[in-house]
């Protein structure tokens, strides 16, 4: 069965390091999102991907970048952490084509920044 | 720029009774509407969505919605709360493009 997997599950870095966190999908989707969840703001668009090459900022882009090499993988970097990075991560892709329309997310990236 | 929001960040009810999760969305043109369920842990699942067609969708576990254009709601609801209903449950909104508006999430309490 198709799916997105996100690796690792659960992360502790400390400020100022740089992170990355990986998202995989064999759905064949081209477009890729990465949400971040915190309570009270519910999911909040990092960045997006409708295809290889191509990336977008979403609404809370800062601190953070992604690059699009192939279909499958969209991995999120922090650049240098910091503890307002302390978050759950998420992954999801969807197909371009319209008669899907619905979001496939991964199980969730907890990061803690100490 | 699209909005969409979820009245009530937490609602209980009791085992049996309805569940009734709002949603209004603000939109100048007909969106695609959607809801998902997380539970504990894990990732979102779709319950269920509106894209065109009848405006009364049904979904996994029981649940349904309503897509109300004159409101700009798209409330979901359940007849009879079950304990495996217990979740967060958030409203999201997609339109042209690809990309999707989430509510701030409504987290469901059944009391036995």
């Known amino acids: 069965d198709a799916e997105i997997t996100q690796s690792p599950r659960h992360k502790i870095t400390e400020t100022g390091r740089q992170v990355t966190l990986a998202c995989h999908q064999t759905?064949?989707?081209?477009?890729m999102f990465w949400y971040r969840q915190d309570l009270g703001h519910g999911l909040r668009l990092i960045h997006y991907s409708y295809g290889v090459q191509d990336t977008n900022k979403g609404e809370v882009s800062d601190g953070y970048s992604v690059s699009r090499s192939n279909t499958e993988d969209l991995p999120l970097t922090l650049e240098s952490a910091a503890s307002s990075q302390t978050s759950v991560y998420f992954c999801a892709s969807s197909d371009s084509d319209r008669s899907s329309y619905e979001q496939y997310f991964g199980p969730g990236t907890r990061l803690t920044v100490t | 720029a699209q909005s969409v929001t979820q009245l009530g960040s937490h609602v209980s009810v009791s085992e049996g009774a309805l569940v009734l999760l709002r949603c209004n969305y603000s939109?100048?043109?007909?969106?695609?509407l959607f809801w998902y369920v997380q539970y504990p842990n894990q990732g979102l699942q779709l319950l269920l969505k509106?894209?065109?067609?009848?405006?009364l969708v049904k979904g996994i576990n029981g649940f349904e919605a309503e897509f109300k254009k004159s409101e700009t709601s798209f409330h979901l609801t359940k007849p009879s709360a079950h304990m495996s209903d217990a979740a967060e449950y958030f409203c999201?909104?997609?339109?042209?493009?690809?990309?999707?508006?989430f509510g701030t999430g409504t987290s469901l309490t059944v009391i036995p």
């Open positions: 999201a909104v997609r339109q042209a493009g690809n990309q999707f508006y």
């Open positions: 509106y894209t065109t067609g009848a405006t």
């Open positions: 939109s100048s043109v007909p969106p695609y």
């Open positions: 759905w064949n989707h081209n477009n």
